[in-house]
């Protein structure tokens, strides 16, 4: 059964730092894109960051760039995102998800209709 599950959600004043875990199980991550998006109460879920398989390259939304950093520990089974510098905006749920279509160094966006697993999210909120 193909299972992610987030983690490392919670309450942080702003300016401050959380790192979020994905965990994977049912399948081997190592082939997998992993993406992390988000949902802000009453708007669209966005996609904000992605992590390639093998060379482990990374795209970010302009709006966490140089903030957040995603990673990817294949060996156990696990992705990170690590949000430094956290703004009230950056409230909303944060999900991961797999596709299994690596993403080339033109990306521009994170789509989320490319990913077909899914966790269930993780509550992240900045107070001001």
């Known amino acids: 059964q193909v299972q992610l599950v987030e983690s490392g959600g919670g309450l942080v004043q702003s300016g401050g730092s959380l790192r979020l875990s994905c965990t994977v199980s049912?399948?081997?991550?190592?082939?997998?894109?992993i993406g992390w998006f988000r949902q802000a109460p009453g708007k669209e879920r966005e996609g904000v960051a992605c992590?390639?398989?093998?060379?482990?390259?990374?795209f970010y939304v302009d709006s966490v760039k140089g903030r957040f950093t995603i990673s990817r520990d294949d060996a156990a089974n696990t992705a990170y995102l690590t949000m430094e510098s956290l703004k009230p905006e950056d409230t909303a749920v944060y999900s991961c998800?797999?596709?299994?279509?690596?993403?080339?160094?033109?990306?521009?966006?994170?789509?989320?209709?490319?990913?077909?697993?899914w966790g269930q999210g993780t509550q992240v909120t900045v107070s001001s």
């Open positions: 049912g399948f081997t991550m190592d082939y997998f894109v």
């Open positions: 992590i390639n398989p093998g060379d482990g390259s990374t």
């Open positions: 998800a797999a596709s299994g279509h690596p993403f080339p160094t033109t990306l521009t966006a994170v789509t989320q209709d490319e990913y077909y697993y």
